[in-house]
């Protein structure tokens, strides 16, 4: 009877506890929280795991929590007082230095022209190879077949500081960062031209900038220095959400209430769109896409200036031009003028939809237009990879060979979407680089 009375004495006092602390308590602690907007009733257990996160458990499931989202007096009724909150933070910040430390030491800190990068997170512009052989190694790295598990079809890129232990005929996976490209002679005695890849050198702790190794940044130029071509590499963290920057690419309006054209593969599989024009940045809508012309059509809330879609045939040796934002790493954000010819009236083994130009294109270049001496579009740039890969019978990329998605396979494009309405193609009434120039936009993709 009288640990009857007792159990009961400390149940009610347990109530009274609660009611103080403006909670319902039963058994161990407090039974009932709110985390946001939403409230977790019978709580069966609490406690630390993994990552200073509580976990809550409660009938038929559980939730977690960092430390500091949850009430101090909810800790404590479960025994996690401060004493033991300051022991979990400790051993978060033990271990996220040794997890720095085995990163550092297994290299994941790479340097590429004065840039630090951490390859763990995510990097703009990097390109994933997998599974890939090596098949020469050259006084500059190692040529290396890009075509994975296929012996029989060679599309050879140059791979920049590849580990000394990388032997020809190994098979490989790595990330690299394009590099321009390398001139060789092959065993044929034949002069090549191929894609480069940097890799990066593996940097040691003094060399890694305070952001990157405090994980503000995903890369950064260290403090003090002073190379340009590191500055203009660095140049890509003043664009919005820099860290989550997956792919960056041209484009222009081709309506003056915001319908925008790029290339399908630009914003293939994107989350997020925006559009970068001057100093203003636009979120954008994908309204359509086709991956079998690579063409896609945007929509841009605003009023700009459009370019004409030219209905006439080209002239094989017309003069064009474009106007882009290629390797926004190496060369900033400000839209960049090449020009040339046109040199096939098909592409790519005579492919009727596209046009072979002379056009010095880059990857960031995809999507732009191809325009005439009056500014009107001819077509649209495209860099496919898979370009690349149908050269594989001649071993090399030769230069200037670049191809542009036909005007007239872009107004069957539009067809589809009626509302679509691109102005008529005329002379411009003004200079026609700052006619396009006004038009064209970077694409960001996230």
């Not at 290299?107 to 997998?130: E, L, P």
């Not at 900038?209 to 003043?238: C, H, K, Q, T, W």
């Amino acid at each position: 009877m009288g640990r009857f009375i007792v159990g009961r004495m400390r149940a009610l006092l347990s109530l009274v506890c609660a009611a103080t602390l403006g909670q319902v308590a039963w058994g161990e602690g407090i039974t009932q929280v709110t985390l946001g907007n939403h409230t977790y009733t019978n709580i069966s257990k609490v406690y630390i795991g993994a990552g200073n996160r509580v976990i809550i458990l409660f009938p038929g499931g559980g939730t977690s929590a960092m430390l500091d989202k949850l009430p101090q007096d909810f800790l404590g009724s479960w025994g996690i007082g401060q004493d033991k909150q300051a022991a979990a933070n400790t051993a978060v910040e033990e271990q996220a230095a040794k997890n720095l430390d085995r990163a550092i030491q297994s290299g994941c800190f790479r340097k590429v022209h004065g840039v630090v990068f951490d390859t763990r997170k995510q990097q703009s512009g990097w390109v994933m190879f997998q599974n890939v052989k090596v098949y020469q190694i050259v006084t500059d790295g190692a040529l290396v077949n890009s075509t994975p598990n296929d012996d029989s079809t060679i599309v050879p890129i140059l791979v920049r500081n590849l580990p000394a232990t990388v032997g020809d005929s190994d098979y490989i996976s790595f990330v690299g960062l394009p590099d321009g490209t390398y001139s060789y002679e092959n065993k044929r005695g034949d002069d090549r031209v191929v894609r480069a890849y940097d890799v990066g050198q593996i940097c040691d702790r003094s060399e890694i900038p305070e952001s990157v190794l405090s994980g503000a940044r995903a890369y950064d130029v260290p403090v003090g220095r002073n190379d340009r071509e590191a500055m203009a590499r660095d140049v890509v963290a003043s664009l919005p959400e820099s860290e989550d920057l997956a792919v960056s690419g041209s484009g222009f309006f081709i309506t003056e209430d915001g319908y925008f054209i790029t290339n399908a593969h630009v914003v293939k599989n994107a989350h997020r769109v925006k559009i970068k024009q001057s100093g203003n940045v636009l979120p954008a809508v994908v309204v359509r896409e086709d991956a079998l012309d690579d063409l896609a059509l945007l929509k841009v809330a605003g009023n700009f200036k459009p370019l004409g879609i030219a209905t006439n045939e080209v002239d094989l040796g017309q003069a064009v031009f474009t106007i882009g934002f290629p390797d926004i790493r190496l060369q900033g954000t400000e839209p960049k003028y090449t020009d040339g010819k046109i040199s096939s009236l098909n592409g790519l083994k005579d492919d009727p939809t596209e046009y072979q130009i002379s056009v010095p294109v880059q990857p960031g270049n995809s999507g732009g237009p191809l325009v005439d001496a009056n500014g009107n579009v001819e077509g649209v740039i495209v860099a496919r990879l898979n370009d690349f890969a149908a050269l594989a019978s001649v071993g090399s990329l030769p230069q200037n060979v670049n191809y542009a998605i036909k005007s007239s396979v872009l107004t069957a494009f539009l067809r589809q979407t009626p509302e679509v309405k691109p102005p008529v193609a005329v002379w411009p009434g003004g200079p026609a680089v700052q006619t396009v120039k006004q038009a064209v936009a970077m694409v960001l993709v996230y």
